[in-house]
Protein backbone atom coordinates (compact mmCIF):
# COMPACT_ATOMS: atom_id res chain seq x y z
CA UNK A 1 0.00 0.00 0.00
CA UNK A 2 2.82 2.53 0.92
CA UNK A 3 4.54 1.73 -2.44
CA UNK A 4 1.42 2.06 -4.62
CA UNK A 5 0.71 5.97 -2.32
CA UNK A 6 4.45 6.52 -3.66
CA UNK A 7 3.76 5.71 -6.90
CA UNK A 8 0.65 7.81 -6.64
CA UNK A 9 2.15 10.88 -4.96
CA UNK A 10 5.29 10.45 -8.17
CA UNK A 11 2.22 10.34 -10.75
CA UNK A 12 0.58 13.64 -9.49
CA UNK A 13 4.18 15.28 -9.85
CA UNK A 14 4.23 14.37 -13.06
CA UNK A 15 1.30 15.76 -13.72
CA UNK A 16 1.93 19.05 -12.23
CA UNK A 17 5.62 19.84 -13.91
CA UNK A 18 3.63 18.99 -17.37
CA UNK A 19 1.14 21.25 -16.76
CA UNK A 20 3.72 24.01 -15.39
CA UNK A 21 5.57 23.08 -19.10
CA UNK A 22 2.76 24.16 -20.71
CA UNK A 23 1.40 27.00 -18.78
CA UNK A 24 5.36 28.05 -18.95
CA UNK A 25 5.53 27.55 -22.85
CA UNK A 26 8.11 26.72 -24.97
CA UNK A 27 9.89 29.18 -27.32
CA UNK A 28 9.83 27.42 -30.78
CA UNK A 29 10.78 30.52 -32.60
CA UNK A 30 14.32 32.28 -33.00
CA UNK A 31 15.78 34.42 -30.52
CA UNK A 32 16.65 37.84 -31.80
CA UNK A 33 19.87 39.07 -32.24
CA UNK A 34 21.07 42.35 -33.59
CA UNK A 35 23.47 41.31 -36.86
CA UNK A 36 26.71 42.27 -36.04
CA UNK A 37 27.78 45.45 -38.28
CA UNK A 38 31.35 46.28 -38.64
CA UNK A 39 32.03 49.76 -36.82
CA UNK A 40 35.18 51.30 -37.37
CA UNK A 41 36.89 53.74 -34.97
CA UNK A 42 36.28 56.39 -37.69
CA UNK A 43 34.16 57.54 -40.94
CA UNK A 44 37.08 58.14 -43.42
CA UNK A 45 40.21 58.36 -44.23
CA UNK A 46 42.27 61.23 -43.13
CA UNK A 47 41.87 63.44 -45.81
CA UNK A 48 45.32 64.58 -47.37
CA UNK A 49 46.64 68.08 -48.93
CA UNK A 50 46.47 68.59 -52.61
CA UNK A 51 49.66 70.14 -53.87
CA UNK A 52 49.54 73.93 -53.71
CA UNK A 53 46.96 74.06 -51.28
CA UNK A 54 47.06 76.81 -48.77
CA UNK A 55 45.79 76.86 -44.83
CA UNK A 56 42.60 78.18 -44.29
CA UNK A 57 42.32 81.20 -41.57
CA UNK A 58 41.15 80.10 -38.25
CA UNK A 59 38.12 82.20 -38.78
CA UNK A 60 36.77 80.22 -41.28
CA UNK A 61 37.19 76.36 -40.10
CA UNK A 62 35.40 74.89 -37.45
CA UNK A 63 36.61 72.09 -35.42
CA UNK A 64 34.86 68.51 -35.37
CA UNK A 65 35.60 66.82 -32.14
CA UNK A 66 34.75 63.09 -32.89
CA UNK A 67 33.27 61.19 -29.61
CA UNK A 68 31.62 64.43 -28.12
CA UNK A 69 27.85 64.01 -28.97
CA UNK A 70 25.59 66.71 -27.38
CA UNK A 71 21.98 64.90 -25.79
CA UNK A 72 20.15 67.85 -25.48
CA UNK A 73 18.72 69.83 -28.43
CA UNK A 74 21.26 70.23 -31.45
CA UNK A 75 20.40 73.59 -32.76
CA UNK A 76 21.30 75.06 -29.37
CA UNK A 77 24.80 75.00 -31.15
CA UNK A 78 23.77 77.58 -33.11
CA UNK A 79 23.03 80.21 -29.92
CA UNK A 80 19.89 81.60 -31.60
CA UNK A 81 16.84 82.16 -29.55
CA UNK A 82 14.73 82.76 -32.94
CA UNK A 83 15.71 78.97 -34.45
CA UNK A 84 14.85 77.45 -30.95
CA UNK A 85 11.44 79.54 -30.90
CA UNK A 86 10.59 78.56 -34.97
CA UNK A 87 11.93 75.11 -33.97
CA UNK A 88 10.16 74.32 -31.12
CA UNK A 89 6.76 75.86 -32.24
CA UNK A 90 7.33 73.26 -35.60
CA UNK A 91 7.71 70.34 -33.39
CA UNK A 92 4.55 71.74 -31.52
CA UNK A 93 2.40 72.56 -34.07
CA UNK A 94 3.75 70.43 -37.38
CA UNK A 95 0.66 67.94 -38.54
CA UNK A 96 3.38 65.08 -39.72
CA UNK A 97 4.66 65.08 -36.26
CA UNK A 98 1.09 65.13 -34.62
CA UNK A 99 0.53 62.07 -37.44
CA UNK A 100 3.00 60.20 -36.18
CA UNK A 101 2.37 60.76 -32.73
CA UNK A 102 -1.22 59.10 -33.28
CA UNK A 103 0.35 56.62 -34.64
CA UNK A 104 2.79 55.22 -31.73
CA UNK A 105 -0.10 55.55 -29.82
CA UNK A 106 -1.85 53.54 -31.79
CA UNK A 107 1.43 50.55 -31.90
CA UNK A 108 0.54 51.37 -27.84
CA UNK A 109 -2.59 49.76 -28.40
CA UNK A 110 -1.53 46.88 -30.36
CA UNK A 111 0.25 45.85 -27.32
CA UNK A 112 -2.23 45.90 -25.12
CA UNK A 113 -4.38 44.21 -27.54
CA UNK A 114 -1.32 41.18 -28.49
CA UNK A 115 -0.65 40.63 -24.42
CA UNK A 116 -4.60 40.12 -23.67
CA UNK A 117 -4.27 36.76 -25.15
CA UNK A 118 -2.13 35.78 -22.00
CA UNK A 119 -4.94 35.78 -19.89
CA UNK A 120 -7.92 33.96 -19.67
CA UNK A 121 -10.90 35.85 -21.73
CA UNK A 122 -13.97 35.65 -18.99
CA UNK A 123 -17.77 36.83 -20.46
CA UNK A 124 -20.99 37.29 -18.82
CA UNK A 125 -24.36 36.12 -20.54
CA UNK A 126 -27.87 36.85 -19.61
CA UNK A 127 -31.01 36.24 -21.79
CA UNK A 128 -34.68 35.14 -22.72
CA UNK A 129 -36.21 33.16 -24.95
CA UNK A 130 -39.35 31.51 -26.23
CA UNK A 131 -38.92 27.79 -27.57
CA UNK A 132 -41.51 25.55 -29.63
CA UNK A 133 -40.31 22.08 -30.49
CA UNK A 134 -41.61 20.49 -33.88
CA UNK A 135 -43.62 17.44 -33.42
CA UNK A 136 -41.95 15.69 -35.53
CA UNK A 137 -38.62 16.13 -34.03
CA UNK A 138 -39.62 14.85 -30.86
CA UNK A 139 -41.83 11.53 -31.79
CA UNK A 140 -44.74 11.52 -29.36
CA UNK A 141 -43.63 13.79 -27.23
CA UNK A 142 -45.66 16.84 -26.71
CA UNK A 143 -44.62 19.87 -25.23
CA UNK A 144 -46.44 22.95 -25.56
CA UNK A 145 -44.32 26.83 -26.26
CA UNK A 146 -42.33 27.51 -23.05
CA UNK A 147 -40.40 30.98 -22.31
CA UNK A 148 -36.98 30.44 -20.63
CA UNK A 149 -34.27 32.34 -18.62
CA UNK A 150 -30.29 32.33 -18.51
CA UNK A 151 -27.51 33.71 -16.86
CA UNK A 152 -24.29 32.53 -16.51
CA UNK A 153 -19.99 32.99 -16.93
CA UNK A 154 -17.63 31.10 -19.55
CA UNK A 155 -14.23 31.45 -19.27
CA UNK A 156 -11.82 30.24 -22.12
CA UNK A 157 -7.89 30.11 -22.52
CA UNK A 158 -5.93 29.20 -24.97
CA UNK A 159 -2.45 27.86 -23.49
CA UNK A 160 0.27 28.99 -24.98
CA UNK A 161 2.80 25.99 -24.76
CA UNK A 162 4.98 27.00 -27.67
CA UNK A 163 5.31 31.03 -27.14
CA UNK A 164 2.75 31.84 -29.91
CA UNK A 165 1.76 34.52 -27.66
CA UNK A 166 4.69 35.47 -26.40
CA UNK A 167 6.04 36.36 -30.07
CA UNK A 168 3.09 38.36 -31.25
CA UNK A 169 3.05 40.55 -27.96
CA UNK A 170 6.94 40.27 -28.71
CA UNK A 171 6.32 41.65 -32.70
CA UNK A 172 3.71 44.02 -31.36
CA UNK A 173 6.74 45.78 -29.00
CA UNK A 174 9.27 45.94 -32.26
CA UNK A 175 6.03 47.57 -34.19
CA UNK A 176 5.77 50.19 -31.45
CA UNK A 177 9.48 50.28 -31.13
CA UNK A 178 9.42 51.06 -34.82
CA UNK A 179 6.51 53.59 -34.55
CA UNK A 180 8.56 55.13 -31.82
CA UNK A 181 11.74 55.68 -33.81
CA UNK A 182 9.64 56.72 -36.83
CA UNK A 183 8.57 59.49 -34.67
CA UNK A 184 12.00 60.42 -33.44
CA UNK A 185 13.14 60.51 -37.11
CA UNK A 186 10.15 62.95 -38.06
CA UNK A 187 11.30 65.32 -35.47
CA UNK A 188 14.32 65.08 -36.52
CA UNK A 189 13.69 65.57 -39.75
CA UNK A 190 11.79 68.26 -39.19
CA UNK A 191 14.00 70.11 -36.94
CA UNK A 192 16.45 70.04 -40.05
CA UNK A 193 14.70 71.51 -42.28
CA UNK A 194 13.16 74.38 -39.94
CA UNK A 195 16.73 75.02 -39.71
CA UNK A 196 17.58 74.22 -43.36
CA UNK A 197 14.80 76.98 -44.20
CA UNK A 198 15.65 79.76 -41.58
CA UNK A 199 19.06 79.97 -43.19
CA UNK A 200 17.86 80.08 -46.63
CA UNK A 201 15.49 83.00 -45.61
CA UNK A 202 19.05 84.76 -43.77
CA UNK A 203 21.07 84.17 -47.05
CA UNK A 204 18.39 85.25 -49.52
CA UNK A 205 18.15 88.22 -47.50
CA UNK A 206 22.11 88.98 -47.20
CA UNK A 207 22.09 88.33 -51.20
CA UNK A 208 19.25 91.46 -51.53
CA UNK A 209 21.20 93.36 -49.21
CA UNK A 210 24.36 93.04 -51.22
CA UNK A 211 22.53 93.57 -54.64
CA UNK A 212 21.15 96.68 -53.64
CA UNK A 213 24.28 98.12 -52.48
CA UNK A 214 24.56 97.01 -56.33
CA UNK A 215 22.39 98.72 -57.83
CA UNK A 216 23.27 101.95 -55.63
CA UNK A 217 26.84 101.79 -57.50
CA UNK A 218 25.50 101.24 -60.63
CA UNK A 219 22.94 104.46 -60.44
CA UNK A 220 26.19 106.20 -59.32
CA UNK A 221 28.22 105.20 -62.40
CA UNK A 222 25.07 106.17 -64.68
CA UNK A 223 25.13 109.74 -62.93
CA UNK A 224 29.20 110.04 -62.78
CA UNK A 225 29.20 108.57 -66.79
CA UNK A 226 26.09 111.38 -67.65
CA UNK A 227 28.42 113.94 -65.65
CA UNK A 228 31.08 113.36 -67.96
CA UNK A 229 29.25 113.31 -71.17
CA UNK A 230 27.86 116.58 -70.34
CA UNK A 231 31.49 117.91 -69.72
CA UNK A 232 32.44 116.61 -73.00
CA UNK A 233 35.17 114.09 -72.06
CA UNK A 234 33.26 110.86 -72.23
CA UNK A 235 31.05 109.82 -75.36
CA UNK A 236 27.20 108.68 -75.29
CA UNK A 237 28.14 105.73 -75.39
CA UNK A 238 29.89 104.64 -72.08
CA UNK A 239 26.22 106.19 -70.83
CA UNK A 240 24.40 103.13 -72.52
CA UNK A 241 27.08 100.71 -71.70
CA UNK A 242 26.46 102.26 -67.57
CA UNK A 243 22.92 102.04 -68.15
CA UNK A 244 22.97 98.16 -69.20
CA UNK A 245 24.82 97.41 -66.50
CA UNK A 246 22.43 98.86 -64.22
CA UNK A 247 19.27 97.01 -66.12
CA UNK A 248 21.35 93.78 -66.22
CA UNK A 249 22.20 93.66 -62.46
CA UNK A 250 18.01 94.72 -61.75
CA UNK A 251 16.75 91.30 -63.62
CA UNK A 252 18.88 89.52 -60.57
CA UNK A 253 16.10 90.75 -57.65
CA UNK A 254 13.00 89.55 -58.95
CA UNK A 255 14.91 85.85 -58.51
CA UNK A 256 15.86 86.53 -55.28
CA UNK A 257 12.54 87.62 -54.01
CA UNK A 258 10.66 84.50 -55.17
CA UNK A 259 13.83 82.40 -53.32
CA UNK A 260 13.04 84.33 -50.27
CA UNK A 261 9.22 83.82 -50.63
CA UNK A 262 9.50 80.34 -51.40
CA UNK A 263 11.74 80.24 -48.53
CA UNK A 264 9.34 81.57 -46.48
CA UNK A 265 5.60 79.71 -47.88
CA UNK A 266 7.83 76.36 -46.99
CA UNK A 267 9.18 77.54 -43.38
CA UNK A 268 5.01 78.11 -42.68
CA UNK A 269 4.32 75.29 -43.80
CA UNK A 270 6.59 73.42 -41.80
CA UNK A 271 5.03 75.57 -38.70
CA UNK A 272 2.00 74.09 -39.36
CA UNK A 273 0.55 77.49 -40.98
CA UNK A 274 -1.21 78.68 -43.91
CA UNK A 275 1.82 81.09 -45.97
CA UNK A 276 -1.40 83.61 -45.09
CA UNK A 277 -1.66 83.06 -41.39
CA UNK A 278 2.00 82.97 -40.63
CA UNK A 279 3.79 86.53 -39.86
CA UNK A 280 7.17 86.57 -38.34
CA UNK A 281 10.02 88.44 -38.34
CA UNK A 282 12.87 87.01 -41.16
CA UNK A 283 15.91 85.59 -39.75
CA UNK A 284 19.31 87.30 -40.02
CA UNK A 285 22.78 85.42 -40.59
CA UNK A 286 24.54 87.60 -37.81
CA UNK A 287 21.50 86.17 -35.81
CA UNK A 288 22.52 82.46 -36.60
CA UNK A 289 26.21 82.00 -35.12
CA UNK A 290 27.94 79.21 -36.82
CA UNK A 291 29.18 76.62 -34.54
CA UNK A 292 33.23 76.75 -33.80
CA UNK A 293 32.76 73.23 -32.36
CA UNK A 294 30.90 70.35 -34.03
CA UNK A 295 30.40 67.65 -31.44
CA UNK A 296 29.80 64.44 -33.08
CA UNK A 297 29.09 60.32 -31.98
CA UNK A 298 31.64 57.43 -32.40
CA UNK A 299 30.46 54.99 -35.28
CA UNK A 300 29.90 52.85 -32.65
CA UNK A 301 27.22 54.59 -30.60
CA UNK A 302 25.48 55.89 -33.98
CA UNK A 303 23.99 52.59 -34.26
CA UNK A 304 22.02 53.87 -30.94
CA UNK A 305 21.56 56.76 -31.65
CA UNK A 306 19.88 57.26 -35.65
CA UNK A 307 16.32 57.19 -35.15
CA UNK A 308 16.30 55.72 -38.90
CA UNK A 309 18.94 52.58 -37.82
CA UNK A 310 16.71 51.89 -34.52
CA UNK A 311 13.94 52.04 -36.63
CA UNK A 312 15.18 49.41 -39.01
CA UNK A 313 16.24 47.08 -35.69
CA UNK A 314 12.87 47.30 -34.49
CA UNK A 315 11.67 45.90 -37.91
CA UNK A 316 14.06 42.88 -37.79
CA UNK A 317 12.99 42.47 -33.90
CA UNK A 318 9.55 42.29 -35.37
CA UNK A 319 10.37 39.91 -38.68
CA UNK A 320 12.16 37.30 -36.22
CA UNK A 321 8.73 37.10 -34.16
CA UNK A 322 6.60 37.00 -36.59
CA UNK A 323 8.57 33.26 -37.61
CA UNK A 324 7.93 31.99 -33.98
CA UNK A 325 4.40 33.07 -34.63
CA UNK A 326 4.32 31.23 -37.77
CA UNK A 327 6.48 28.58 -36.78
CA UNK A 328 3.73 28.20 -33.57
CA UNK A 329 1.17 27.93 -36.02
CA UNK A 330 2.68 24.20 -37.13
CA UNK A 331 1.41 22.79 -33.36
CA UNK A 332 -1.71 21.47 -32.01
CA UNK A 333 -3.42 24.44 -30.26
CA UNK A 334 -5.23 23.56 -27.20
CA UNK A 335 -7.75 25.48 -25.91
CA UNK A 336 -9.66 24.75 -21.88
CA UNK A 337 -12.96 26.55 -21.58
CA UNK A 338 -16.13 26.15 -19.22
CA UNK A 339 -19.08 27.58 -18.52
CA UNK A 340 -21.12 28.21 -15.03
CA UNK A 341 -24.86 29.40 -14.99
CA UNK A 342 -28.45 29.13 -14.01
CA UNK A 343 -31.63 28.07 -16.48
CA UNK A 344 -34.98 28.59 -15.04
CA UNK A 345 -38.68 28.49 -16.52
CA UNK A 346 -39.21 31.50 -14.25
CA UNK A 347 -37.11 34.39 -13.30
CA UNK A 348 -36.73 33.32 -9.41
CA UNK A 349 -36.02 30.16 -10.74
CA UNK A 350 -32.07 31.26 -11.69
CA UNK A 351 -31.42 31.79 -7.96
CA UNK A 352 -32.54 28.20 -7.33
CA UNK A 353 -28.99 25.72 -6.93
CA UNK A 354 -31.15 22.87 -8.96
CA UNK A 355 -31.47 25.17 -12.24
CA UNK A 356 -27.35 25.17 -11.84
CA UNK A 357 -25.90 24.12 -15.27
CA UNK A 358 -21.99 23.73 -15.88
CA UNK A 359 -19.78 22.45 -18.59
CA UNK A 360 -15.90 22.36 -18.90
CA UNK A 361 -14.37 21.02 -22.19
CA UNK A 362 -10.73 20.88 -23.03
CA UNK A 363 -10.09 21.03 -27.55
CA UNK A 364 -7.14 20.29 -29.13
CA UNK A 365 -6.50 21.89 -32.91
CA UNK A 366 -4.23 20.13 -34.90
CA UNK A 367 -2.95 20.73 -38.55
CA UNK A 368 -3.40 17.74 -40.79
CA UNK A 369 -3.82 19.03 -44.40
CA UNK A 370 -3.52 22.35 -45.33
CA UNK A 371 -2.44 22.36 -49.19
CA UNK A 372 1.42 23.47 -47.81
CA UNK A 373 0.32 26.60 -46.28
CA UNK A 374 1.57 26.55 -42.79
CA UNK A 375 4.86 25.99 -44.39
CA UNK A 376 5.01 28.12 -46.87
CA UNK A 377 4.12 30.57 -44.41
CA UNK A 378 7.11 30.00 -42.19
CA UNK A 379 9.26 30.00 -45.09
CA UNK A 380 8.03 33.82 -46.60
CA UNK A 381 8.37 35.03 -42.63
CA UNK A 382 12.02 33.76 -43.03
CA UNK A 383 12.69 35.57 -46.39
CA UNK A 384 11.50 38.72 -44.55
CA UNK A 385 13.36 38.03 -41.64
CA UNK A 386 16.22 37.96 -43.83
CA UNK A 387 15.36 40.42 -45.91
CA UNK A 388 15.21 43.08 -42.74
CA UNK A 389 18.31 41.97 -41.86
CA UNK A 390 19.59 42.98 -45.07
CA UNK A 391 18.14 46.16 -44.98
CA UNK A 392 19.41 47.07 -41.58
CA UNK A 393 23.03 46.59 -42.35
CA UNK A 394 22.35 48.60 -45.25
CA UNK A 395 20.88 51.31 -43.20
CA UNK A 396 23.62 51.21 -41.20
CA UNK A 397 26.40 51.55 -43.99
CA UNK A 398 24.36 54.62 -45.15
CA UNK A 399 24.44 56.11 -42.34
CA UNK A 400 27.94 55.81 -42.16
CA UNK A 401 28.52 57.43 -45.40
CA UNK A 402 26.23 60.34 -44.63
CA UNK A 403 28.39 61.48 -41.71
CA UNK A 404 31.50 60.94 -44.06
CA UNK A 405 30.33 63.22 -46.75
CA UNK A 406 29.02 65.64 -44.25
CA UNK A 407 33.00 65.79 -42.62
CA UNK A 408 33.84 66.22 -45.89
CA UNK A 409 31.83 69.10 -46.78
CA UNK A 410 32.23 71.05 -43.79
CA UNK A 411 36.16 70.57 -44.20
CA UNK A 412 35.64 71.88 -48.49
CA UNK A 413 33.28 74.47 -47.24
CA UNK A 414 35.75 76.19 -44.90
CA UNK A 415 38.52 76.06 -47.93
CA UNK A 416 35.90 77.59 -50.46
CA UNK A 417 34.85 80.10 -48.16
CA UNK A 418 38.43 81.34 -47.61
CA UNK A 419 39.17 81.37 -50.82
CA UNK A 420 35.90 83.18 -51.85
CA UNK A 421 36.74 85.78 -49.19
CA UNK A 422 39.89 85.91 -50.77
CA UNK A 423 38.95 86.48 -53.97
CA UNK A 424 36.13 89.57 -52.83
CA UNK A 425 39.35 91.24 -51.04
CA UNK A 426 41.00 91.43 -53.99
CA UNK A 427 38.09 92.43 -56.44
CA UNK A 428 37.12 95.13 -54.23
CA UNK A 429 40.81 96.40 -54.59
CA UNK A 430 40.79 96.52 -58.30
CA UNK A 431 37.20 98.03 -58.25
CA UNK A 432 38.60 100.91 -55.81
CA UNK A 433 41.60 101.44 -58.32
CA UNK A 434 39.44 101.34 -61.73
CA UNK A 435 37.15 103.88 -60.37
CA UNK A 436 40.31 106.17 -59.51
CA UNK A 437 41.80 105.92 -62.38
CA UNK A 438 38.18 106.14 -64.26
CA UNK A 439 38.05 109.29 -61.91
CA UNK A 440 41.51 111.26 -63.16
CA UNK A 441 41.03 110.05 -66.72
CA UNK A 442 43.71 107.93 -67.02
CA UNK A 443 41.16 104.71 -68.50
CA UNK A 444 37.36 104.63 -69.48
CA UNK A 445 34.15 102.95 -67.94
CA UNK A 446 34.37 99.67 -69.79
CA UNK A 447 37.19 98.61 -67.07
CA UNK A 448 34.75 100.15 -63.98
CA UNK A 449 32.20 98.04 -65.44
CA UNK A 450 34.26 94.87 -65.51
CA UNK A 451 35.33 95.40 -61.97
CA UNK A 452 31.71 96.06 -60.98
CA UNK A 453 30.79 92.75 -62.34
CA UNK A 454 33.93 90.80 -60.71
CA UNK A 455 33.00 92.16 -57.47
CA UNK A 456 29.37 91.24 -57.91
CA UNK A 457 30.17 87.49 -58.09
CA UNK A 458 32.93 87.41 -55.50
CA UNK A 459 30.01 88.67 -53.06
CA UNK A 460 27.60 86.79 -54.61
CA UNK A 461 29.81 83.54 -54.28
CA UNK A 462 31.25 84.52 -50.79
CA UNK A 463 27.35 84.30 -49.87
CA UNK A 464 26.46 80.96 -51.42
CA UNK A 465 29.88 79.69 -49.37
CA UNK A 466 28.47 80.68 -46.33
CA UNK A 467 25.15 79.16 -47.07
CA UNK A 468 26.52 76.36 -47.88
CA UNK A 469 28.39 75.55 -44.69
CA UNK A 470 25.31 76.63 -42.89
CA UNK A 471 23.58 73.58 -44.33
CA UNK A 472 26.56 71.23 -44.47
CA UNK A 473 26.42 71.89 -40.59
CA UNK A 474 23.22 70.94 -39.94
CA UNK A 475 23.05 68.28 -42.31
CA UNK A 476 26.30 66.55 -40.34
CA UNK A 477 24.46 67.08 -36.76
CA UNK A 478 21.45 65.38 -38.12
CA UNK A 479 23.74 62.47 -39.69
CA UNK A 480 25.45 62.16 -36.84
CA UNK A 481 22.09 61.82 -34.57
CA UNK A 482 21.28 64.96 -33.63
CA UNK A 483 18.65 64.57 -30.45
CA UNK A 484 15.54 65.98 -30.18
CA UNK A 485 14.47 65.97 -26.25
CA UNK A 486 10.43 65.21 -26.71
CA UNK A 487 8.63 67.66 -25.24
CA UNK A 488 6.72 66.65 -21.87
CA UNK A 489 3.33 65.47 -22.17
CA UNK A 490 0.34 67.53 -21.92
CA UNK A 491 -2.11 64.65 -20.97
CA UNK A 492 -2.16 62.54 -24.54
CA UNK A 493 -0.19 60.81 -27.09
CA UNK A 494 -1.06 63.86 -29.95
CA UNK A 495 -0.56 67.55 -30.32
CA UNK A 496 -2.88 69.68 -27.83
CA UNK A 497 -6.09 70.99 -29.59
CA UNK A 498 -6.82 74.59 -29.84
CA UNK A 499 -9.85 76.68 -31.15
CA UNK A 500 -8.59 78.31 -34.95
CA UNK A 501 -8.55 81.88 -34.42
CA UNK A 502 -11.63 83.28 -36.33
CA UNK A 503 -13.67 79.93 -36.55
CA UNK A 504 -16.45 79.45 -33.74
CA UNK A 505 -15.71 75.95 -31.88
CA UNK A 506 -13.02 74.94 -35.30
CA UNK A 507 -10.64 72.83 -33.52
CA UNK A 508 -7.24 71.72 -35.30
CA UNK A 509 -4.41 69.83 -33.65
CA UNK A 510 -3.20 72.79 -31.94
CA UNK A 511 29.11 66.11 -36.97
CA UNK A 512 38.41 67.16 -35.74
CA UNK A 513 36.80 63.96 -36.96
CA UNK A 514 37.78 61.66 -39.61
Excluded at 137 to 146: K, M, R, T, V
Excluded at 215 to 220: M, S, Y
Excluded at 361 to 381: D, M, Q
Amino acid sequence: MKRARNRGHIGWQHALALTALLFAGCAVGPVFRRPRVPTPPHYRRPAQRAAGETAVPARYRQRVVLGAGSAGQWWRLFHSPQLDALITRALDDNHTVAAAAEALAEARQGVTIAGAARYPQIDGSLGTGRQKYGAAFLGPEHFPPFTYFAAGVSVAYELDYVGATRDRIEEQRSLEQYRRSELAATRLVLSGEVASQAVTIASVRARIRALDGLLRADRTNVNLVREAVAAGSEPRLDVLAAKTQLASDATLLPALYQRLAVARHSLAALLGRAPADWRQRDPTLGELPLPRRVPVTVPSRLLRRRPDILAAQAQLRAATAAVGVATANLYPQIELSTSLGQQGLQPGQLFDASSAAWSLIAGLTAPLFEGGRLHAERRAALDVLHERADLYQQVVVNAFRQVADALDALQHDAQLRAAQARALSLARRRLVLERESYLAGNTGLLPVLDAERQRERAELGLLDAEQRQYLDTIRLLLAAGGRVTPQRSRGRSGPRLRRTHGQKGALEPAPSAQ
